[in-house]
């Protein structure tokens, strides 16, 4: 994807809105790695996620994209504790 880089600046209304959303969907996101739920849990909080990444991406959609890339990343390492806790 390419950014065009001419487009207006972001109003503070989404900057702020941006900011809320990208908070939710990073608890969601640590919260889906570190937590061991039930499937149907599981995918109850998937769709909490999915539904975070929808707003963002109206406001900014390669933000919404680079939390999918987070989230696949997650999963695909979800069982390598050594991948997410560096010292």
């Known amino acids: 994807m390419v950014i065009n880089m001419t487009q207006p600046k972001f ?7 941006l900011t809320e959303l990208g908070n939710r969907a990073s608890d969601l ?5 570190e937590e061991e ?7 109850e909080r998937y769709q909490q996620f999915e539904l975070v ?20 990343d997650a999963e695909q390492n ?3 504790k050594e991948y997410y806790f560096c010292d």
């Open 53 to 72: 990444i929808k707003d963002i991406k109206k406001i900014f959609p390669p933000l919404s994209e680079a939390y999918m890339t987070m989230y696949r």
């Open 29 to 33: 996101l640590i919260n889906m790695i």
């Open 37 to 43: 739920l039930p499937q149907e849990k599981a995918f």
């Open 11 to 17: 109003s503070l209304e989404q900057i702020t809105k």
């Open 78 to 80: 979800k069982f390598s």
